[in-house]
């Protein structure tokens, strides 16, 4: 158990310890030689001049934290919550307005309206190219309303769909989370 290092008797123990520094040499040793030769040695100028520079700063990060402007963070979160209301009345006026008036009552983007209005008979009437697997319907899944984005009639619809989910993702992560 290499948990318990302390209930190894003393002279079986310098033998081990030994054992990973070797290692640990020999493998250095042969990822150098990799790196070096790989893409013309330009792998290896990434790691030494960005890469590891930058994991040294993150390291340094992790361990004293860093200072945040909590008003500017107020503010930024409020742009931010500004940006989503916009995108969400764009992406209302996006909606075909027969799917809208259906309903109008509590119109809301869920995943079933998102469905209407892409593949269904008052929307763009689009081929589904991914189905759900537990029913069988179109998927309403990111992945599968990127494959439109490029559609005359889908893909303003999508790109608004795209900005509000990455708005959405900025207060989350760093705004609220």
């Known amino acids: ?19 990973d520094v070797d290692a640990t040499h020999r493998v250095g040793a042969s990822i150098k030689s990799q790196l ?8 290896a100028r990434f790691y030494v001049s960005i890469l590891h520079p930058a994991s040294r700063v993150f390291e340094k990060i992790e361990r004293r934290g860093v200072y945040v402007d909590q008003d500017k ?10 940006k989503i209301e916009s995108l969400e009345d764009a992406i209302t006026e996006a909606v075909p307005r027969r799917i809208r008036l259906k309903h109008a009552h509590d119109f809301k983007l869920t995943s079933t309206v998102i469905s209407e209005v892409f593949f269904g008979p008052m929307g763009f009437r689009l081929e589904p190219q991914m189905l759900t697997a537990k029913t069988g319907k179109p998927s309403t899944a990111k992945a599968h309303l990127d494959l439109f984005s490029e559609h005359p ?3 303003p619809l999508v790109k608004l769909l795209q900005e ?3 708005a959405e993702k900025m207060v989350s992560t760093y705004v609220t989370g």
Do not use: I, P
């Open 1 to 19: 158990d290499k948990g318990r290092m302390d209930l190894v008797e003393k002279d079986q123990l310098l033998a081990y310890a030994g054992g």
């Open 36 to 43: 070096l030769s790989a893409h013309g040695g330009s792998l």
């Open 73 to 82: 963070l107020k503010a930024f979160g409020a742009q931010l919550e500004t």
């Open 153 to 155: 009639d889908a893909g």
């Open 164 to 166: 509000k989910a990455q």
